[in-house]
């Protein structure tokens, strides 16, 4: 008979193990043990059976941060069905595109969206709909009352796909990253080990669930080794100095970490009980990294990592940790740095990421061109550019694709610069990032109008963008310019834009 590779069954032990223990607590939601998660999961694929969702259909999620969330991604999981995690502030024109690409079998939304979403439902044609409100209940929770609370996990190859994470591209239209129940065994099983997790570990969980970060990086570590979640429905910062003492664990983006030092109570009493600070996502300033070691006590672990590929290198746990580096790769990582032509360089030199490895996704979803583009002899093409040091450390200094991270968001300008093109008062517009003491960087626009005459009301602008793109993608502000800089092949010169007005915010 072949083997069961499905990536539940590992979770499972740590969740078997630990039955009696608290899995989410917090002031959110009231407490749920791990034996009543293992239930709950269980009724959750039962329900899916019945509305006919089997391995490879997919499931689309817009919900909110809530433990049956939770519990309705690891139900996919059990019963093979490809769980796709979907943004919350995600737009109707937005959502269009991603039910195009996936023909979902099932879209669970936010009971307060429904309404708004009815025209898109109708008009593609879903199957099932199902609500799930901010506390849990609606009709996805009202569906598995009398269902049985045991359930047989399917059986999957380890290629078989678990998960879709829609990453923005820098042509505008976003792709379907594919990652395998393999890619997820061995990411998860490898950062438990090399972070060390205990039993008695307490993860506050303060991140989104639609990202890698905090649906896997965070989620899969507590899971794995039974560890009991402070499960925060969204990051508040109140509420993680109230929850610090109790934990020891903290997973973030830089932004977490800055919001922490603006707080008086912040303090190695605070931290007495905390074992490990967690970065990524975006990168953690030097003089972050040095302020909370002054303010906490504890230098905070950064690790690298993206939807495509899951972690890919992490400062150690019991060694120095240098600010400004990612770490070393994961051990059985293997990756090259090279120019643009595909050269391998040196070490000491500047050049993009390429990696291999069983965490490494399966290939773009229905877009085998993309993903024959974005790989090389077997190497996935990271298009963050990197310099390694003798001793394997590497530093990322900068990213070739046009990528702009704003509070741990990744903002393509393309998708944006394609929206406001679409306006008659807007003839072109170059979107750009610039530092921001919150967000790390802040998305701006410079636009040259169709009639120089014409008055423009920045302010209109933002509230019609919002009625398109999610509120982080958003500019913070709109500059109206005669023209935009270019270079002799016409290029626009974003590096002379952000010159400018990189002091916008600072
Ligand atoms: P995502 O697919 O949303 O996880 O974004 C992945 C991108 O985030 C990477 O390609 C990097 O450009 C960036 N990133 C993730 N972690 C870090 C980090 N620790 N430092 C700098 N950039 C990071």
């Given at each position: 008979?072949?083997?069961?590779?499905?990536?539940?069954?590992?979770?499972?032990?740590?969740?078997?193990?630990?039955?009696?223990?608290?899995?989410?607590?917090?002031?959110d939601f009231?407490?749920?043990?791990?034996?009543?998660?293992?239930?709950?999961?269980?009724?959750?694929?039962?329900?899916?059976?019945?509305?006919?969702?089997?391995?490879?259909?997919?499931?689309?999620a817009q919900t909110p941060k809530t433990p049956l969330a939770?519990?309705?991604?690891?139900?996919?999981?059990?019963?093979?069905?490809?769980?796709?995690?979907?943004?919350n502030?995600?737009?109707?024109?937005?959502?269009?595109?991603?039910?195009?690409?996936?023909?979902?079998?099932?879209?669970v939304c936010s009971t307060s969206q429904?309404?708004?979403?009815?025209?898109?439902?109708?008009?593609?044609?879903?199957?099932?709909?199902?609500e799930l409100d901010e506390n849990g209940h609606g009709?996805?929770?009202?569906?598995?009352?009398?269902?049985?609370?045991?359930?047989?996990?399917?059986?999957?190859?380890?290629?078989?796909?678990?998960?879709?994470?829609?990453?923005?591209?820098?042509?505008?239209?976003?792709?379907?990253?594919?990652?395998?129940?393999?890619?997820?065994?061995?990411?998860?099983?490898?950062?438990?080990?090399?972070?060390?997790?205990?039993?008695?570990?307490?993860?506050?969980?303060?991140?989104p669930i639609f990202?890698?970060?905090?649906?896997?990086?965070?989620?899969?570590?507590?899971?794995?080794?039974?560890?009991?979640?402070?499960?925060?429905s969204r990051?508040?910062?109140?509420?993680?100095?109230?929850?610090?003492?109790?934990?020891?664990?903290?997973?973030?983006?830089?932004?977490?970490?800055?919001?922490?030092?603006?707080?008086?109570?912040?303090?190695?009493?605070?931290?007495?009980?905390?074992?490990?600070?967690?970065?990524?996502?975006?990168?953690?300033?030097?003089?972050?990294?040095?302020?909370?070691?002054?303010?906490?006590?504890?230098?905070?672990?950064?690790?690298?990592?993206?939807?495509?590929?899951?972690?890919?290198?992490?400062?150690?746990?019991?060694?120095?940790?240098?600010?400004?580096?990612?770490?070393?790769?994961?051990?059985?990582?293997?990756?090259?740095?090279?120019?643009?032509?595909?050269?391998?360089?040196?070490?000491?030199?500047?050049?993009?990421?390429?990696?291999?490895?069983?965490?490494?996704?399966?290939?773009?979803?229905?877009?085998?061109?993309?993903?024959?583009?974005?790989?090389?002899?077997?190497?996935?093409?990271?298009?963050?550019?990197?310099?390694?040091?003798?001793?394997?450390?590497?530093?990322?200094?900068?990213?070739?694709?046009?990528?702009?991270?704003?509070?741990?968001?990744?903002?393509?300008?393309?998708?944006?610069?394609?929206?406001?093109?679409?306006?008659?008062?807007?003839?072109?517009?170059?979107?750009?990032?610039?530092?921001?003491?919150?967000?790390?960087?802040?998305?701006?626009?410079?636009?040259?109008?169709?009639?120089?005459?014409?008055?423009?009301?920045?302010?209109?602008?933002?509230?019609?963008?919002?009625?398109?793109?999610?509120?982080?993608?958003?500019?913070?502000?709109?500059?109206?310019?005669?023209?935009?800089?270019?270079?002799?092949?016409?290029?626009?010169?974003?590096?002379?834009?952000?010159?400018?007005?990189?002091?916008?915010?600072?």
């Amino acid at each position: 008979m072949p083997t069961n590779a499905n990536f539940y069954l590992s979770l499972q032990q740590g969740i078997q193990a630990s039955y009696s223990k608290p899995c989410i607590s917090g002031p959110d939601f009231p407490e749920l043990t791990y034996l009543e998660l293992e239930k709950l999961t269980a009724q959750t694929a039962n329900l899916l059976k019945g509305l006919n969702i089997n391995a490879g259909a997919r499931v689309l999620a817009q919900t909110p941060k809530t433990p049956l969330a939770i519990a309705l991604y690891l139900a996919c999981l059990r019963s093979g069905a490809i769980y796709v995690p979907l943004n919350n502030g995600y737009t109707n024109d937005e959502l269009d595109y991603f039910i195009e690409d996936t023909k979902p079998d099932l879209f669970v939304c936010s009971t307060s969206q429904r309404r708004k979403l009815e025209e898109l439902f109708a008009k593609h044609n879903i199957p099932s709909v199902l609500e799930l409100d901010e506390n849990g209940h609606g009709s996805l929770f009202d569906s598995l009352k009398e269902l049985p609370d045991e359930h047989e996990v399917e059986p999957v190859d380890a290629d078989d796909i678990a998960v879709i994470i829609y990453t923005s591209g820098t042509t505008g239209k976003p792709k379907g990253a594919m990652l395998s129940h393999g890619n997820l065994d061995n990411n998860s099983k490898s950062l438990y080990s090399l972070w060390g997790w205990q039993k008695d570990d307490v993860l506050i969980h303060a991140l989104p669930i639609f990202h890698i970060h905090g649906l896997f990086v965070a989620l899969h570590s507590a899971l794995l080794g039974g560890s009991s979640m402070l499960f925060l429905s969204r990051f508040d910062v109140k509420q993680l100095i109230q929850l610090i003492p109790k934990a020891t664990v903290l997973m973030g983006v830089p932004t977490f970490y800055t919001r922490l030092l603006q707080e008086d109570a912040l303090n190695p009493e605070l931290c007495r009980n905390m074992r490990l600070f967690v970065s990524g996502s975006a990168p953690l300033l030097e003089e972050t990294f040095k302020e909370f070691y002054e303010r906490s006590g504890h230098q905070i672990l950064e690790r690298y990592g993206m939807s495509e590929t899951g972690i890919l290198a992490s400062n150690p746990l019991n060694d120095e940790r240098i600010p400004g580096t990612v770490g070393l790769a994961l051990p059985e990582v293997t990756y090259r740095v090279c120019n643009d032509d595909g050269k391998v360089l040196s070490p000491g030199s500047i050049g993009t990421l390429q990696v291999k490895g069983p965490n490494i996704f399966k290939g773009y979803w229905r877009n085998p061109e993309k993903t024959k583009q974005e790989f090389r002899d077997g190497y996935f093409i990271t298009g963050d550019l990197v310099k390694e040091a003798d001793d394997g450390r590497i530093s990322i200094v900068g990213r070739n694709k046009d990528l702009i991270i704003s509070g741990g968001f990744n903002v393509y300008p393309k998708e944006i610069e394609l929206v406001m093109d679409d306006f008659e008062t807007i003839l072109e517009s170059a979107v750009v990032g610039v530092n921001h003491p919150d967000f790390g960087e802040a998305v701006i626009a410079i636009v040259v109008l169709s009639n120089p005459d014409q008055a423009f009301d920045e302010q209109a602008m933002i509230n019609l963008l919002k009625d398109r793109l999610a509120a982080y993608k958003v500019p913070k502000k709109i500059i109206v310019k005669p023209e935009l800089p270019r270079n002799t092949m016409g290029k626009v010169q974003k590096n002379l834009l952000r010159e400018e007005y990189g002091k916008l915010f600072i």
